[in-house]
Structure formats: structure tokens, C-alpha cells
């Protein structure tokens, strides 16, 4: 499956495809995560629920 019918399907609703975006983004959203040199578990999350509405607003 390449990335357009992955992203695709995550805009659809279908959660499989919505956990594989997320895997597939997650060395940047830990990346991004780590404040002072400490990992934020609460700005994680935070970063995670940005990225799936990010998601379904997406319009090609």
C-alpha cells in the first residue's frame, strides 16, 4: 500500500490506516516531544491528536 491510499483510507476513518500514518510520523512526533532534553508524554499525545485531525482535513 503506498502512502496516498494509506492516507486515503485514514481520512476515510479507517483505523488501521490512521495507526500506520501514525507509526509512520512517530520519530518526528517524538522528535518534536522532547523538551529540554526530556521526552513530554502529554505534548506526545498532543502532537499525535494534531496530526490525526491534521488528517481528515486534508483535502487533495
Avoid: S
Wanted: some cysteine; aromatic content about 10%; charged content about 30%.
Amino acid at each position: 500500500m503506498n502512502f496516498k491510499e494509506i492516507l486515503l483510507r485514514a481520512k476515510a476513518g479507517e483505523e488501521p490506516a490512521v495507526l500506520a500514518l501514525l507509526e509512520m510520523y512517530k520519530p518526528l512526533l517524538v522528535k518534536g516531544a522532547i523538551v529540554g532534553g526530556r521526552f513530554d508524554e502529554d505534548l506526545y499525545q498532543e502532537l499525535c491528536i494534531t496530526l490525526i485531525r491534521c488528517i481528515r482535513l486534508f483535502r487533495f
